[in-house]
């Protein structure tokens, strides 16, 4: 069985994860796969840099949902979820102040299948990027 880990970062609540992982676990059976959902907060504790959390999602193979393209744009981070081999999934918010939570949860669940189908089908690392009223696109 294929085994996933998937990151919520910080600027997400970590609720979501909590919640997302308890609600894909019945599915997982039924997809025969295993994807696991953790909160970077949690993980990795309040506040870690950028610098020190890539790394170490990167040696679980893990992939990373985030609101901060700053991690794209800004090269020496790009670099760094590249050479440690982590995908990311961002996305962009309507906002600068980003989604509401209730907006990021409907988000998550109503994209829930197509995050499944890019973490299956790509192998990190690899970046693709959405906005509330578009799909998923490779970058």
């Known amino acids: 069985m294929k085994s996933f880990v998937v990151y919520i970062d910080e600027n997400l609540p970590r609720q979501l994860a909590t919640g997302l992982n308890e609600l894909v676990q019945p599915q997982n059976k039924k997809d025969g796969v295993e994807i696991k959902i953790l909160s970077i907060k949690d993980e990795f504790g309040q506040g870690t840099p950028d610098e020190e959390w890539i790394p170490k999602v990167g040696k679980k193979n893990g992939i ?17 979820y590249i050479e440690n081999g982590v995908g990311i ?33 790509n192998k990190t690392p690899f970046a693709y990027r959405c906005s509330a009223r578009t799909k998923f696109e490779k970058m």
């Open 64 to 80: 990373v949902i985030t609101q901060d393209f700053r991690i794209q744009a800004q090269k020496h981070q790009k670099e760094l």
């Open 89 to 121: 999934l961002f996305f962009n918010p309507p906002s600068n102040s980003g989604f509401a939570y209730w907006e990021m949860v409907k988000q998550l669940v109503n994209r829930w299948d197509e995050i499944k189908q890019i973490v299956k089908k």
